[in-house]
């Protein structure tokens, strides 16, 4: 166990549905990310938080909403979502948002219908 | 901002034999430099990785080179074993030090 757990390991959702994906990490690391893994695409950064603050965004539609209330603690709200968002959803978090090393939840295999 | 490339997209090799992954990035400001492997089902997890002061780095039978001149570096595993299949990504950082990662490689050793 890494010490990053994502809840849940698996969702399916239709488009007009609301829900949730739960990062925690007992690492004391102070950087957490949300990346988006696609068959055959490379890992895609979606959202950085470093000391609860969000300092990147990476063209993500709004249908994907990032909240960190604490420093161990990550959501991705979404909404109103497409059958191309159907993915798995990777948390991450490392010591400091510069050059080192990022260690990754088992994701979120989501699936939208 | 920084872009990653991966090559080959899968690679099989003989149980035993070599297997070279090779990565090329685009901005010259890039000093960090893991690589994650990614086995079926799991998370990614980092195997090894190289800063821009090092040019080579070993552990057991994986090693990483970096030509920062040209901006590539590699990974090498050397006598493959069955649970050397994976996927493995390497990733570079950007200017702002952002992890940018390459498409993976899927390796299958065979026996």
């Known amino acids: 166990e890494t010490g990053v757990t994502q809840t849940p390991r698996h969702l399916v959702m239709g488009m007009t549905n609301k829900k949730s994906l739960k990062c925690e990490q007992h690492l004391g690391h102070n950087a957490m990310y949300w990346y988006k893994q696609s068959a055959k695409k490379p890992l895609e950064l979606m959202f950085v938080y470093n000391f609860k603050e969000q300092t990147e965004n990476n063209s993500v539609p709004s249908r994907f909403s990032p909240e960190c209330p604490n420093s161990s603690h990550l959501f991705l709200h979404l909404h109103t979502l497409q059958p191309e968002d159907s993915a798995l959803y990777l948390c991450?978090?490392?010591?400091?948002?510069?050059?080192?090393?990022?260690?990754f939840g088992q994701g979120t295999r989501l699936t939208v219908v | 901002g920084e872009n990653v490339e991966q090559h080959p997209s899968t690679l099989s090799v003989q149980e035993g034999d070599s297997a070279v992954i090779k990565c090329t990035y685009s901005d010259s400001a890039s000093n960090y430099f893991p690589w994650y492997k990614q086995e079926l089902g799991k998370r990614p997890q980092l195997i090894i990785d190289?800063?821009?002061?090092?040019g080579e780095k070993k552990d057991q039978r994986i090693a990483v080179t970096l030509n920062k001149t040209a901006k590539h570096f590699s990974l090498h595993i050397t006598e493959t074993q069955p649970e050397d299949s994976a996927v493995y990504f390497c990733?570079?950082?950007?200017?702002?030090?952002?992890?940018?990662f390459g498409a993976g490689t899927q390796v299958v050793v065979t026996p």
């Open positions: 990733a570079a950082t950007d200017s702002w030090g952002k992890l940018q």
């Open positions: 991450a978090s490392s010591q400091d948002r510069v050059n080192t090393e990022a260690f």
């Open positions: 190289i800063r821009s002061n090092v």
